[in-house]
């Protein structure tokens, strides 16, 4: 990363695949080199493989400052364009998701930032890993657990939690809703000398 000045982005997914090495490497030798059968389709992971380099600057400020150091829950450790950053300062609302199976950002360190920011959190805790457990859409309902007490700590507040069939992703509307202001009709997209090639999302997911 040094000598080249970026991160290719298959270094970064082998690491990824290491950390779930039976399910993301082993799996796909039982079953595909030994077995003889076709991998099966999904639509996670083949997005998962669309990767892009990582600058060597920003990757090397990142790990350092969150994983290595972790300065960013300490006030003002971490500036960014000169401007120190300190979490204490979030004073708005939070609505702060972990995922159950989350084997890169465990849900109770997610909840940590019920403690550090000053404003009102609601922490949930959706069903699944650290894609699935996201996008997790009510069609899925792959289900969550939710808490509005406060607790000393992340076990006591999942003791206190209660689980719900579905997606977090309604529960997240129902918190939105009397945050936010009325509806309104979408702009219109495009325009004469640049009119729409498409609708979303883009011709791009359909290239090979």
């Not at 209660?162 to 009709?185: C, F, K, N, Y």
């Amino acid at each position: 990363m040094l000598e080249r000045g970026y991160l290719e982005s298959r270094h970064m997914a082998n690491m990824f695949n290491m950390l779930r090495a039976n399910d993301l490497i082993w799996s796909n030798v039982v079953n595909n080199y030994l077995l003889g059968k076709d991998p099966p389709a999904f639509d996670l992971l083949y997005w998962n493989a669309d990767g892009t380099r990582m600058a060597r600057a920003a990757h090397s400020f990142y790990l350092r400052h969150t994983y290595l150091d972790n300065d960013l829950i300490k006030p003002n450790q971490v500036s960014l364009k000169g401007v120190p950053i300190d979490l204490g300062q979030i004073r708005q609302d939070v609505y702060a998701v972990g995922t159950e199976q989350d084997h890169i950002v465990p849900w109770r360190s997610a909840w940590r930032i019920t403690q550090l920011a000053s404003g009102e959190s609601r922490f949930v805790v959706g069903g699944s890993g650290h894609i699935a457990g996201v996008i997790n859409p009510p069609s899925r309902g792959r289900g969550y657990w939710a808490n509005p007490q406060k607790a000393a700590s992340a076990d006591e507040w999942m003791a206190g939690a209660a689980q719900h069939t579905g997606s977090w992703w309604s529960d997240w509307i129902e918190w939105l809703r009397p945050r936010s202001g009325e509806r309104v009709a979408p702009p219109s997209m495009g325009s004469a000398a640049h009119p729409p090639v498409g609708p979303a999302p883009g011709r791009y997911v359909l290239e090979r």
